[in-house]
C-alpha cells in the first residue's frame, strides 16, 4: 500500500521538512510504483474516502495501472460502490484507449450493472474521438448535401464480385469523404453470397448489369439499389462539404428498414461480435467493421487480440490498413513473415471466405509501409519454400511483391520462374505485372504463355488495355506476325498499342494501315485517344507520320488526306498542321459549297484552339448547322463535344450541345438521338477505367 498512501504522508509533513521529502519520494516512487501496480484493491477502496483528494488520486491510479486481469475486483468494487464510485471508473477508463479491452469484458458481462458501466466507458472513449458518436443517425437513404458535390471518376460493376466486394472498391478507389462500412450481418461469411439475382429483401428492381460511370454517391446508390440494401450516415454535423470539426462520420450499408440508431450503438455491437462465442464468420465481419471505422482504440484492442492468438483480428487491421490507418504489430517484418507463413497448401482458395482472406491479405501487405529491414525479413520469407507451395500461395507472393518492389534478383529469377510454370492466363499476367513493377525484363515469353488465350481472357475481364501495358512494361516481344491479335478488332488495336509501346515501327505500319482503311480516321483517333497520358502518343507520331506511302516526308511530300484527318482527330497535328487546317476550311467555305461530315469534323477538332482561331471555329460551325445535313453536323458535334471536353472546357460543350440542337430544330430535324445518348463526353481523355481492373484478384484457373 505504500505506492498508495506515499502522497498522503507527503501532505501532512511541514512546509519546512518538503523539500527533503520530495527527494525522498523521488528516490522511492519507482520501486513503489513496480511494487504496488498490481495492487488494485488499494485504489478501488479509496475511491469511497471521505477525501476528495484521496479519491481523485485513486482515480488517477486506476487510469494509469487498469488491466483487464482487474476485472474480477472492478465489477466487485463498481457492484458495491454508488453512483460517484461508478462515475469515477467511467473516468478512469475512459481515459486511455488501452482500456478498450477491459471495456468489451464489462460491456459483455451478464450482470446488469457491470454491462452498463462498460457501455457508459466505451461511449465516453469513443465520444473523445468522435464528438457526434451519441448523434441519432440520418434518416435511412438521406444523404448530407456535402456528399453530392462530385465528379465522374471511374466506372463501377456493381454486380462483379458481391456486395462486399464492390463496396470495398468503391471504398479504396472512389475517393469518398468517408468511410464504407458493411453491417456485419452483410457480410458474405455471414450472409452468404448475396447477389442482386438472390436478395434476402425482395425488391422490383431489375439488376444492374452494366458499369456505373458516375461520383460516388450515384455509384454508392446504384450499387445498394442493385442489391436492395440500404445506407444511413451516421455521425455527420452541418450542412457543408466536409463534417464538422472534431466528428468521424462514416457510411454504414445494411438491411432496409433497420431501426435508427447512434454511431455508439453500431460500434457497441461489433465490439461484442468480436467476442461472440462460437461464431468465427461473425467474430471476422464484426473485426472488419471495426477496422474500417479506423477508431484507434479499437485497433489497439484487435492488434492487442491477434497478438494474443485470436486470428479473427487481423481481418480488422487489414481492413484497417487498407484505409491507411496502420497497426505498429501490421508493419513488424517478423509478424508479417509469420502470417504470411500461414498461407500454405492447407487453405482452400476455392471458399469464398479464405479466397477474400487471402485478397485482403495480399493487397494489405503489398502497399504497407515497410522500412527497409522489415521489408528485407518479409521478403525472406516470401522466398522460403518455392516448390511446396500452391498456387494461391504463389499468387499472394506475387501480389506483394509487385507492391513492395523488393531489390535483389532472387525475387526476379522466382517470378520469371513461375511465369515459365504456370499455364494460367491471370496467374501468367500477375507475374509479369510483378516483373514490370521491379523493372525487369521479359524479352521472349516462354512457351507456356499463349498470347491468344491470354487475350481472350483478359478482354472477357475488360482489362485487355491493362493487359498490353503489362507486356510493353516488360519489354515482351510478339512472337512471328503477331497471329494471336488477328482475330477480333480490340485485339488488332492491342497489337497496335504493343507494337507503338516496343517501337516496333515495321509490324506496326502494317497494323496502323489496315486499321485505318476499316474504321477511317475519325474512329480510329477516338480508339487511340484512349492511351492518352500512357506515354505512347510520340511512338505513334512518329508511327502516323513516319510511314507515310510517301516512305519518310520531305520537301514537296505531304501526308495522305486520312492520316492528316487523324492526326487532327487525335491530337497528334503541330501548330502548322491546324493552321493549315483552318486555312483549308476558309478556302472550301468561300466556294459556298455545302459542307460534309468530314469537313465538320475536320473543322470541329479547332474548337479548342487559342484565340482566336478557336472561338471562328466554333462560329463557323454553329452557322454550318444552318445548312448541313442533320446528321453530318451531329457528328461533328460529338467531335467538338470531345475536344472540349478533353481541354477542360465541359460548360462550353454543353452549351455547344444547346446551340447545336435548336439551330437543328428550326428546320424540322432532331438531333436528340445523336446528341443525347451515351456517346457524348462526359469525363476527360482517357475514358474511365473499370474499378475491377485496378485491383488484383486470386483467379489462377486456366480459363
Known amino acids: 500500500m505504500l505506492s498508495f498512501r506515499f502522497p498522503i504522508i507527503v501532505r501532512r509533513l511541514s512546509v519546512q521538512l518538503l523539500g527533503p521529502c520530495l527527494v525522498l519520494v523521488w528516490l522511492l516512487a519507482p520501486a513503489a510504483g513496480a511494487q504496488g501496480s498490481d495492487d488494485v484493491e488499494g485504489p478501488l477502496a479509496s475511491l469511497t474516502s471521505d477525501r476528495a483528494a484521496e479519491r481523485w488520486r485513486a482515480e488517477r491510479w486506476l487510469a494509469t495501472n487498469l488491466t483487464p ?33 477491459l471495456c468489451v469484458l464489462l460491456l459483455t ?84 453470397d448475396l447477389s442482386p439475382q438472390d436478395t434476402r429483401t425482395p425488391s422490383r428492381r431489375i439488376p444492374i448489369t452494366g458499369p456505373i460511370e458516375g461520383t460516388w454517391v450515384q455509384g454508392l446508390r446504384a450499387t445498394m439499389d442493385n442489391y436492395a440494401v440500404s445506407g444511413s450516415v451516421l455521425g455527420w454535423r452541418g450542412a457543408e462539404e466536409v463534417s464538422a470539426a472534431g466528428t468521424q462520420p462514416f457510411l454504414l450499408i445494411h438491411k432496409k428498414r433497420r431501426p435508427s440508431a447512434t454511431a455508439a450503438d453500431h460500434v457497441l455491437g461489433w465490439c461484442r461480435g468480436v467476442l461472440r462465442p462460437h461464431d468465427v464468420a461473425w467474430n471476422v465481419a464484426s473485426a472488419r467493421a471495426l477496422g474500417a471505422l479506423g477508431w484507434p482504440a479499437a485497433l489497439g484492442w484487435l492488434e492487442e487480440r491477434w497478438l494474443g492468438g485470436d486470428d479473427s483480428a487481423v481481418e480488422g487491421l487489414l481492413a484497417a490498413a487498407r484505409g491507411r490507418r496502420f497497426a505498429p504489430s501490421l508493419l513488424d517484418g517478423g509478424r508479417l513473415s509469420r502470417l504470411v507463413r500461414g498461407v500454405g497448401e492447407d487453405l482452400d482458395h476455392k471458399q469464398p471466405t479464405t479466397r477474400r482472406y487471402l485478397e485482403d491479405l495480399a493487397r494489405t501487405l503489398a502497399e504497407l509501409p515497410l522500412a527497409a529491414r522489415h521489408k528485407a525479413l518479409l521478403t525472406a520469407a516470401l522466398l522460403e519454400e518455392p516448390h511446396a507451395m500452391g498456387p494461391a500461395s504463389r499468387w499472394v507472393r506475387l501480389v506483394i511483391w509487385e507492391g513492395q518492389r523488393p531489390s535483389g534478383q532472387a525475387v526476379r529469377a522466382r517470378c520469371r520462374e513461375w511465369l515459365g510454370e504456370s499455364k494460367s492466363a491471370p496467374m501468367q499476367w500477375q507475374a509479369l505485372r510483378t516483373l514490370g513493377a521491379l523493372g525487369s525484363t521479359v524479352s521472349e515469353l516462354p512457351p507456356s504463355v499463349s498470347i491468344s488465350r491470354s487475350l481472350e481472357w483478359a478482354d472477357q475481364q475488360g482489362t485487355l488495355d491493362l493487359y498490353v501495358r503489362d507486356l510493353i512494361a516488360v519489354r515482351a516481344e510478339p512472337r512471328s506476325s503477331g497471329k494471336a491479335f488477328q482475330g477480333t478488332l480490340a485485339h488488332r488495336l492491342a497489337f497496335l498499342r504493343w507494337c507503338v509501346g516496343l517501337s516496333d515501327h515495321e509490324r506496326g505500319a502494317e497494323a496502323f494501315a489496315g486499321l485505318l482503311a476499316e474504321l477511317g480516321p475519325t474512329e480510329l483517333a477516338l480508339r487511340c485517344k484512349a492511351w492518352h497520358g500512357s506515354g505512347l502518343a510520340g511512338g505513334l507520331e512518329v508511327l502516323v507520320k513516319g510511314s507515310a506511302p510517301t516512305s519518310v516526308l520531305g520537301p514537296g511530300q505531304e501526308l495522305s488526306p486520312d492520316r492528316i484527318r487523324f492526326s ?87 452549351r455547344l450541345r444547346q446551340e447545336i440542337h435548336r439551330s437543328v430544330a428550326r428546320s424540322g430535324a432532331d438531333l436528340t438521338g445523336i446528341l443525347y445518348t451515351t456517346d457524348w463526353p462526359r469525363g476527360a481523355a482517357p475514358r474511365l477505367r473499370l474499378l475491377w481492373g485496378r485491383d488484383r484478384h486470386l483467379e489462377i484457373q486456366a480459363p
Open 568 to 654: 487532327l482527330h487525335s491530337g497528334l497535328a503541330d501548330p502548322g498542321e491546324r493552321a493549315a487546317a483552318w486555312k483549308r476550311w476558309e478556302d472550301f467555305n468561300q466556294g459556298q459549297a455545302k459542307p460534309g461530315r468530314a469537313e465538320l469534323e475536320d473543322l470541329a477538332t479547332l474548337v479548342a484552339d487559342a484565340p482566336p482561331r478557336g472561338g471562328r471555329a466554333m462560329a463557323a460551325l454553329l452557322k454550318a448547322a444552318e445548312i448541313a445535313a442533320p446528321e453530318d453536323v451531329g457528328a461533328a458535334t460529338l467531335v467538338a463535344g470531345r475536344v472540349l471536353v478533353w481541354a477542360g472546357w465541359a460548360p462550353e460543350a454543353e
Open 69 to 101: 486481469a482487474h476485472l474480477p475486483d472492478l465489477a466487485r468494487a463498481a457492484l458495491a460502490g454508488g453512483s460517484e464510485v461508478q462515475g469515477r471508473l467511467i473516468r478512469a477508463l475512459s481515459a486511455d484507449g488501452r482500456h478498450m479491452g
Open 109 to 192: 458481462d451478464p450482470r446488469k450493472e457491470i454491462k452498463e458501466l462498460g457501455q457508459r466507458a466505451l461511449e465516453e472513449l469513443l465520444t473523445v474521438w468522435s464528438a457526434s458518436a451519441m448523434d441519432e443517425s440520418l434518416k435511412e437513404g438521406t444523404w448530407p448535401p456535402g456528399l453530392d458535390a462530385g465528379r465522374s471518376g471511374y466506372l463501377l460493376e456493381p454486380a462483379r464480385g458481391g456486395l462486399h466486394s464492390a463496396t470495398d472498391r468503391l471504398g479504396r478507389w472512389g475517393q469518398g469523404p468517408l468511410p464504407l462500412i458493411l453491417d456485419p450481418s452483410l457480410d458474405p461469411g455471414v450472409a452468404g
